[in-house]
């Protein structure tokens, strides 16, 4: 059965890092890229970053882009998503997905909340 | 850039009814990358279709997408009372490599 589980969120105030990570189970990590996907309170679905199975290739949101990078661990089967610079409307459940074909979610984690407030 | 537009935004309907959902591109894209997603209170975003009529893993036969360029819709042909959540269209595209996703569409009872 395939699991993403994301841990790390919790409260900051602005300015500060954080590291969100997303431990996987059940499929073959290293041959699927992954996203991690925001959802501020209330509103609705922004993606935020994305990597190859490999890790070569990364790409941004241009509202994070400079502050955040994405990274995975292929032999811990796991995502991360360091979060740097951190402003009140970075503010949001992070969730990771796997992307299959056409660039799909395919399964989702059950998100962790970062909440950025002085 | 490309902005999906969704609508209606919210979409008032009774269990047994037809649904039509739509996601508006601009400007136009020439691939199929389209996806939808339903999220249910509380819940992460689920994914419903895939290269814009692909239907996923698991999800009922009365969820269809359809479309191309430029219009792209989601039917739910009867509604069931688990289908009452928010939908979301979601584009992809390769060069840069970037998604953007529409503001959501309501279905309420």
Do not use: H
């Amino acid at each position: 059965e395939v699991q993403l589980l994301e841990s790390g969120g919790g409260l900051l105030q602005p300015g500060g890092s954080l590291r969100v990570s997303c431990a996987a189970s059940g499929f073959t990590f290293s041959s699927y890229a992954m996203s991690w996907v925001r959802q501020a309170p209330g509103k609705g679905l922004e993606w935020v970053s994305g990597i190859t199975g490999s890790g070569g290739g990364t790409y941004y949101a241009d509202s994070v882009r400079g502050r955040f990078t994405i990274s995975r661990d292929n032999s811990k089967n796991t995502l991360y998503l360091q979060m740097n610079s951190l402003r009140v409307e970075d503010t949001a459940e992070y969730y990771c997905a796997r992307v299959i074909a056409y660039g799909a979610g395919d399964y989702w984690g059950q998100g962790t909340l970062v909440t950025v407030s002085s | 850039e490309i902005v999906l537009t969704q609508s209606p935004g919210t979409l008032s309907l009774s269990p047994g009814e037809r649904a039509t959902l739509s996601c508006r591109a601009s400007p136009s894209f020439s691939s199929n990358y389209l996806a939808w997603y339903q999220q249910r209170p509380g819940q992460a975003p689920r994914l419903l279709i895939y290269g814009a009529s692909s239907r996923a893993s698991g999800i009922p036969d009365r969820f269809s997408g359809s479309g191309s360029g430029t219009d792209f819709t989601l039917t739910i042909s009867r509604l069931e009372p688990e289908d009452f959540a928010v939908y979301y269209c979601q584009q992809y595209l390769t060069s840069p490599l970037m998604y953007t996703f529409g503001q959501g569409t309501k279905l309420e009872i």
